[in-house]
């Protein structure tokens, strides 16, 4: 499961977005919320708690170093979205013809989705999240080349390449003993990475940052299920 459903999630999103073409952005504003939330309540639920408690019998200044690791991850989110524009979060606008590979939003997307992977093996819910987060997302993107003219085959390759991004890093993080060293420090800047990722979210799915009902009721739903998970 761990493999398989954020691979599924983005090839789901990327049949919806290519066969059904959905239209209402309202509903897509929601389901961002949504995601936004369950992977923000994931991180704080999940996450944080058991990477400070692997820890706890430690020396402070090891403790110190597991929040530098996080605001390294918050830093280095900030620096992939400056090549990506955002796609992370569904940040993305059509406005001209795409022909070829765009390869910046190409290659900092699948950077973000590798690191994601990284803590997933020992951290068995965040499957779920990264799940429930590319599924929107992967919607998004597909419709914004599909609006932008992008020649198919290439788009195909695009998502297929970004659903196999986390399950690489799932396994990478497992097999090289070069970064299963590390699991502790890479688990933090992945954890930086999701608090911006999840954070811009809940606060990018509305106009002009206002909420509503509708919205507050899924930040709400997004809570409990990953609090109960």
Request: hydrophobic share 55%.
């Amino acid at each position: 499961m761990n493999y398989f459903l954020p691979l599924f999630s983005v090839l789901v999103g990327f049949g919806i977005a290519l066969w059904l073409q959905p239209q209402n952005k309202s509903n897509l504003k929601l389901l961002m919320a949504f995601s936004g939330s369950f992977l923000l309540s994931i991180t704080v639920f999940h996450l944080l708690p058991e990477i400070y408690h692997h820890h706890e019998e430690h020396l402070d200044n090891e403790q110190t170093s597991v929040g530098l690791f996080i605001m390294i991850g918050i830093l280095f989110q900030i620096v992939l979205e400056f090549f990506s524009k955002g796609a992370e979060h569904g940040h993305v606008h059509a406005h001209d013809k795409i022909n070829a590979m765009p390869w910046l939003l190409f290659v900092s997307l699948c950077i973000h989705a590798l690191l994601e992977g990284f803590p997933v093996s020992h951290h068995h819910q965040l499957a779920w999240g990264i799940a429930i987060h590319h599924l929107p997302i992967s919607i998004i993107l597909t419709t914004f080349f599909l609006q932008a003219k992008l020649q198919k085959n290439i788009l195909f390759v695009f998502m297929l390449a970004f659903a196999f991004m986390t399950p690489l890093g799932t396994w990478a993080a497992t097999h090289i003993p070069q970064l299963a060293q590390y699991q502790t420090q890479l688990s933090a800047v992945v954890i930086g990475i999701l608090f911006h990722i999840s954070s811009t979210i809940i606060f990018e799915s509305s106009e002009g940052h206002k909420f509503n009902i509708a919205k507050i009721s899924m930040i709400i739903l997004g809570v409990a299920l990953a609090y109960f998970l």
